[in-house]
């Protein structure tokens, strides 16, 4: 079954006419018929959320953009996981729930207008609001008992103002998403969460550098996982693969596992292919090749933290160019972001073990070219009571700027760790770390091990 959204559109079509309703209505029909296409042809379509089914192809034509109105009180609660733990947020700007066979493909845009976003959380964050203030932060406050004390990353979970992001697949199973261009969202931008067989292909994605926790694409606790010829640009983590965060994280114990990421670019951001932070089941069996980060913060990003529980195991990365990187190599045990040294968390004296603490293992990375190193060529750091362990580096090589004022401190978010006293390759609770074929060029000390 096909429909037109133009076939469905009663009445004139000027450039405010909001088509939630008809969006609804054509969505709905298709539901009830057992799926179907709904295109979008060219044009400027402003809407409210909407929710696809099983079934369902949202074909997205050249010319067409998805424009979502960016006002809070719309975006009514709905279940989801919101930086790392199931709680109830504000509902996504495309949000399928327990769908099968569902797609997004096409030439077209999906547009969250993200900048009054943005503006709300940096107005709140500047008068220092720290607890839910409006009726919709109030209620997602009551639906979300215990929020205080669940952890975050720093996206604002205390004051509940759960921002939607553009687009979700909450439980999902065979997804495709294909040839868009998604750009502006108000929080995270393609969140998968508990998918089973999920393809990514072409998709192109772009925030401003400095738009708050707009990661990519991000993949949390999914299974058989394909992205490949994406284009990222964001004001976060361009790729990031996650499994729940802390105690919440491991009750639910879905891993992330069996993802191929190829042939992508990042550009900008913090970070180009990330693990992390929230690793609470697990995230293993990871394969990243032929791709390119450039200006990207760190190119591969690793980080968790005490707490955040969870094993990180079998991750390859091959075949990679990194250029004008802070740091293109992260390993961060010691990561900062919603949490302070008051925690207790950062301490560089060994902590008993428990079942939040997080583990790394095999981890081999190859035939990595990495030139304008900023800050520095490279950084890793275990735990002393978790190391890193089965780590090897081959057949690859890293370049400094040791012109750039940027200090080794900026490698990557850390807390509780002296600083390094050169942009070498750090190494700090690593179990017999294996280099071959690696050569440091720049620094006056091209490997420092602690």
């Given at each position: 079954m096909l429909i037109h959204l133009s076939d469905v559109i009663r009445g004139p079509l000027g450039p405010d006419r909001d088509v939630s309703s008809e969006l609804e209505r054509a969505l709905s029909g298709l539901r009830d018929a057992g799926g179907g296409t709904l295109a979008v042809g060219e044009g400027k379509w402003r809407t409210g959320p909407i929710e696809l089914f099983s079934g369902i192809e949202l074909r997205l034509e050249e010319g067409a953009t998805l424009s979502f109105i960016p006002e809070p009180q719309r975006y009514r609660p709905v279940p989801t996981r919101w930086e790392g733990v199931e709680c109830f947020g504000m509902h996504p700007c495309v949000?399928?729930?327990?769908?099968?066979?569902?797609?997004?493909?096409?030439?077209?845009?999906?547009?969250?207008?993200?900048?009054?976003?943005?503006?709300?959380?940096?107005?709140?964050?500047?008068?220092?609001?720290?607890?839910?203030?409006?009726?919709?932060?109030?209620?997602?406050?009551?639906?979300?008992?215990?929020?205080?004390?669940?952890?975050?990353?720093?996206?604002?979970?205390?004051?509940?103002?759960?921002?939607?992001?553009?687009?979700?697949?909450?439980?999902?199973?065979?997804?495709?998403?294909?040839?868009?261009?998604?750009?502006?969202?108000?929080?995270?931008?393609?969140?998968?969460?508990?998918?089973?067989?999920?393809?990514?292909?072409?998709?192109r994605i772009r925030n401003p550098h400095d738009a708050p926790n707009t990661d990519g694409i991000d993949i949390d606790s999914c299974v058989k996982v394909l992205i490949e010829r994406c284009r990222v640009a964001v004001g976060d983590d361009g790729i990031a693969l996650k499994s729940g965060s802390g105690p919440d994280g491991i009750r639910v114990n879905r891993p992330t596992a069996g993802v191929t990421v190829r042939d992508c670019e990042v550009g900008d951001g913090h970070g180009g292919i990330v693990i992390g932070s929230e690793t609470a089941a697990g995230v293993r069996d990871v394969l990243a090749e032929g791709c390119r980060f450039r200006s990207t913060d760190r190119g591969i990003r690793i980080k968790t933290r005490r707490g955040r529980g969870g094993s990180i195991e079998n991750l390859v990365f091959r075949d990679l160019v990194m250029e004008d990187n802070l740091c293109p190599v992260v390993i961060n045990m010691y990561y900062r972001c919603g949490a302070g040294l008051e925690d207790g968390l950062f301490t560089e004296c060994g902590q008993p073990r428990t079942d939040t603490t997080p583990s790394i293992r095999g981890v081999r990375i190859e035939n990595v070219t990495a030139t304008g190193c900023r800050s520095s060529a490279g950084f890793i750091a275990g735990l002393p009571e978790?190391?890193?362990?089965?780590?090897?580096?081959?057949?690859?090589?890293?370049?400094?700027?040791?012109?750039?004022?940027?200090?080794?401190?900026?490698?990557?978010?850390?807390?509780?760790?002296?600083?390094?006293?050169?942009?070498?390759?750090?190494?700090?609770?690593?179990?017999?770390?294996?280099?071959?074929?690696v050569s440091v060029e720049g620094p006056r000390e091209p490997f420092l091990f602690a």
């Open positions: 949000y399928a729930r327990d769908a099968r066979e569902v797609a997004i493909t096409g030439p077209g845009t999906i547009d969250g207008n993200g900048g009054a976003w943005w503006s709300l959380l940096r107005e709140k964050r500047e008068r220092g609001q720290r607890t839910p203030e409006t009726p919709l932060e109030l209620e997602l406050a009551a639906l979300n008992p215990g929020y205080l004390a669940q952890p975050g990353g720093g996206g604002g979970r205390e004051m509940q103002f759960l921002r939607p992001p553009l687009v979700q697949f909450f439980n999902c199973r065979d997804v495709r998403i294909e040839g868009v261009t998604l750009v502006n969202s108000p929080f995270w931008t393609l969140h998968p969460v508990y998918c089973d067989g999920l393809a990514v292909r072409g998709v978790s190391p890193v362990e089965g780590l090897e580096i081959l057949n690859s090589r890293f370049v400094t700027d040791e012109a750039s004022p940027v200090p080794p401190s900026e490698s990557d978010m850390y807390l509780g760790l002296r600083d390094a006293s050169g942009k070498g390759f750090r190494v700090l609770n690593a179990l017999s770390p294996r280099f071959e074929g």
